[in-house]
């Protein structure tokens, strides 16, 4: 089946510690996208990549670090400069140069 | 930037009643998206509509981009109808993201 996974489900992050949050999809979609979702606001673009190797930042890309080095994976690197990561992460996906997107199933990450 | 409004924010209705979502925006589209999302988080595309009018079972979506408003309307809603449902446009050719509103929370009551 076709899709686009992101693991873990939920993840801890102590004071000053990087995590890293996965999102593969096999879909053969050239761009990805990753969001932060947080309570009564809309969802805010991070940071999204049109094609291998290349990457833009987004409206909120402060405190976040992405790789495109497949263009099945674009994992996001929650860095100790985010100062309030506690939010639900969403990535998604779709064919560049088409505007439908494809999203995953998200990952909740918490501030220990 | 895009300002994406919704309205309602909350809305609780009782099974069978016709259900509208609306969603204004401030800046010229070349496509909206109505999104479902369900109380574990995950997110599904329902529609994505750049004119006119589309309709997936009970579920219709109708854009006038003149007005730049959309409306998603539920027909004969039922409990399994309950989530939250967000509207986002795409500038260009959407290639570098989404722009979304807050989300509607709607409560369908048997």
């Known amino acids: 089946d076709g899709g686009i996974t992101q693991s873990p489900k939920y993840l801890f992050r102590k004071e000053g510690q990087n995590v890293t949050l996965s999102c593969e999809q096999n879909?053969?979609?050239?761009?990805m996208y990753w969001y932060r979702q947080d309570p009564g606001q809309g969802l805010r673009l991070i940071y999204y990549s049109q094609i291998v190797n290349d990457f833009q930042k987004g409206d909120i890309a402060e405190g976040y670090s992405v790789s495109r080095e497949k263009k099945e994976s674009f994992p996001l690197t929650v860095t100790s400069a985010q100062k309030n990561p506690t939010a639900f992460y969403l990535c998604?996906?779709?064919?560049?140069?088409?505007?439908?997107?494809?999203f995953g199933p998200g990952t909740r990450l918490l501030v220990l | 930037k895009n300002e994406v409004e919704q309205s309602p924010q909350n809305l609780t209705a009782q099974e069978g009643e016709f259900i509208t979502i609306n969603c204004s925006y401030s800046v010229g589209i070349s496509a909206l998206h109505w999104l479902q999302q369900h109380p574990g988080g995950g997110i599904v595309s329902l529609f994505m509509?750049?004119?006119g009018k589309k309709k997936h079972g009970r579920l219709i979506a109708t854009i006038n981009i003149q007005e730049k408003h959309s409306s998603l309307h539920i027909t004969a809603s039922h409990p399994r109808d309950s989530a939250v449902y967000i509207c986002?446009?795409?500038?260009?050719?959407?290639?570098?993201?989404?722009?979304f509103g807050k989300g509607t929370h709607l409560i369908i009551q048997p």
């Open positions: 998604a996906s779709s064919v560049t140069g088409r505007e439908t997107q494809y």
């Open positions: 879909l053969n979609h050239d761009a």
């Open positions: 986002a446009v795409a500038a260009g050719g959407g290639a570098d993201g989404l722009t």
């Open positions: 509509l750049s004119s």
